[in-house]
């Protein structure tokens, strides 16, 4: 398989890029290879730092890069040789399997959506990204595409997430909740109360009813659904806190003994480094997106999420399985 990576997506591109590429080619199997999209003087300037470099890399030039203040509805048209758009062309006329960026969310979910297009059944792709939790990992969808959502949106969402977590994240009968300021039906706002007695509905879904914010670390639940906005405030309050306990723990429990604690074992679970990036679910093909500031471990671990996806057929699966489950909200909860 042929992995897109956009090499110019991080705050300390190319360096961070390459590194992860590396690494991750030293873990995969030889069936994966990587194309570093972005300006190829710089690119193999950062390749030429590395005394072994896999021969699975190859460098695609584009020289444009799109900054943060760019208007993602325009990166298209302003910016046509950037790496992002460059990119996911790439993949669109099939000469890449997948795409992996740490740019511009908005840039690269928009450039999804006009390259990769919807699939039948979704009217708005949603991000999914793992947290952590005292079980196994869950799924939050919508992580921060769709800030204004109707009802029907967040039961694509639950469909969506449902599909991710039983083709990716081995999950047999997902539980799917709603997130929400109480457990009781007919809690919080007309948006939670419509999406609840739609979801509640769904014979194809495992709705086990709302979620408050604090169950969600109980690991009660498969996948959390909520709007955009609710879900991005969430994810960053997430990281944070799993930061500041990471640093605690360093700094107050570091005289014990390596063996008082697996350390190592905590320390991966609050990493969101580890997951590394979040796929756009719902688009015609394979989009994973990963923070600004990833370090070169999570750019790996983004190209495994990707590799997956590409191995698992989870856009296929996803059409299918959507073609069967996926209907409109009744009318008057749109």
């Known amino acids: 398989m042929r992995i ?15 590194a992860g590429a590396i690494e991750a080619l030293r873990e995969h199997e030889s069936d994966v290879e990587l194309i570093l999209v972005g300006d190829r003087e710089v690119i193999d300037a950062e390749l030429a730092r590395h005394e072994v470099v896999p021969n699975r890399i190859s460098v695609h030039h584009a020289p444009d890069r799109v900054q943060a203040d760019d208007s993602p509805a325009s990166v298209i048209r302003t910016k046509p040789n950037s790496s992002i758009v460059v990119g996911l062309e ?26 990769l297009r919807p699939l039948p059944g979704v009217d708005r792709p ?17 992580a921060g595409a769709n800030v204004d959502c109707k009802p029907q949106h967040l039961v694509q969402f639950a469909h969506l997430g449902n599909i991710y977590a039983r083709e990716i994240m081995g999950r047999t009968k997902p539980r799917i909740a709603l997130l929400n300021i109480g457990k009781e039906r007919g ?17 194809s879904l495992n709705f086990v009813g709302n979620l408050e914010g604090r169950d969600i670390i109980e690991g009660v639940c498969d996948v959390v659904v909520c709007d955009g906005f609710v879900g991005n405030v969430l994810l960053k309050f997430y990281e944070s806190v799993a930061q500041f306990i990471v640093g605690l723990i360093k700094t107050e429990l570091g005289a014990l003994t390596e063996n008082s604690l697996d ?7 609050l990493d969101y480094s580890e997951t590394g990036g979040a796929p ?25 999420v990707a590799a997956q996806a590409v191995r698992s057929d989870m856009v296929v699966q996803t059409a299918n399985r959507l073609s069967r489950s996926i209907s409109n909200a009744p009318e008057g909860v749109s």
Do not use: W
Request: aromatic share 4%; with cysteine; proline share 2%.
């Open 263 to 269: 350390f190592d074992r905590i320390f991966r679970i």
């Open 126 to 142: 949603a991000i999914g990204t793992l947290l952590p939790t005292a079980e196994e990992q869950c799924l939050l969808v919508d």
């Open 187 to 203: 809690k919080g706002d007309e948006l939670s109360a419509a999406a609840y007695e739609v979801l509640n509905s769904e014979d």
């Open 90 to 115: 790439l993949q669109r006329k099939r000469d890449a399997d997948a795409f992996v960026s740490a740019g511009s969310t908005g840039a690269v979910m928009a450039t999804s959506l006009f390259k």
């Open 4 to 18: 897109v990576l956009d090499a110019m997506g991080t705050d300390d591109a190319p360096r961070i890029e390459v």
């Open 280 to 304: 756009l679910l719902g688009v015609g093909g394979v989009s994973v997106i990963c923070h600004g500031g990833s370090s070169a471990k999570a750019i790996r671990n983004a190209i495994r």
